[in-house]
């Protein structure tokens, strides 16, 4: 298995054929899902994927799927996905490149998505070398707000509306996070 990066427990990796499958049953996923507007079919799940693997085999980095080092079980192999992307040219505060996660729900509470979070960040400013980083949520989705903290991002105060969503949807209004090079190279220090 060819690693882009990894960590103490996991691998931030390029996407292999396998993962599609578990990608497809956690988009499938209500709990998972909740601060998204929808379930995702398998196919459009699987576009997704594919896209995914395409950017990093363009680029050399994206979202990248995240496998744990101590898995015996292939099956249990994938356990979601970490990374960074460029936004979408319609968000407000365009151009930026955002890190996210998405992790099946039992591997949540165990340090995962924030153990992969930082391997991002690192890659982001010393391979990148990029100034800062963003992210961004639902107002509601204080569970992904609180990972933004615990990896050293802060709330720039600058909600906005998804452009992508009806204004008076539920999940509408977002929060933007942020994180500066510099900021990250004092919390490493």
């Keep these: 298995m060819t ?5 103490e427990r996991l691998y931030l990796r390029q ?7 578990p990608f497809a049953e956690m988009n499938a996923n209500p ?7 929808k379930l995702l079919t398998t196919s459009m ?24 080092k101590d898995s015996s079980d292939k099956s249990d192999d994938f356990i979601g996905m970490v990374g960074l992307n460029e936004v979408h040219a319609d968000m407000p505060f365009a151009p930026a490149v955002e890190i996210a996660w998405r992790l099946h729900s039992e591997y949540w509470g165990q340090g995962y998505a924030t153990e992969a979070a930082h391997a991002a960040l690192r890659y982001a400013f010393e391979i990148l070398e990029l100034s800062d980083v963003v992210a961004f949520t639902a107002v509601i989705n204080k569970r992904s707000q609180k990972l933004m903290q615990r990896i050293g991002m802060t ?13 008076k949807h539920p999940l509408a209004e977002h929060v933007l996070y942020k994180i500066t090079r510099q900021q990250w190279q004092v919390l490493r220090a």
């Design 3 to 7: 690693s882009i990066t990894e960590t």
């Design 15 to 21: 996407w292999q054929a396998s993962d599609f499958t």
């Design 45 to 68: 799940s699987n576009i997704i994927a594919k896209k995914c693997q395409t950017l990093i085999e363009d680029n050399g980095w994206g979202f990248w799927a995240v496998s744990r």
């Design 31 to 37: 709990k998972v899902m909740a601060y998204f507007p």
């Design 155 to 167: 709330d720039t105060q600058q909600d906005f509306y998804h452009p992508m969503l009806n204004a």
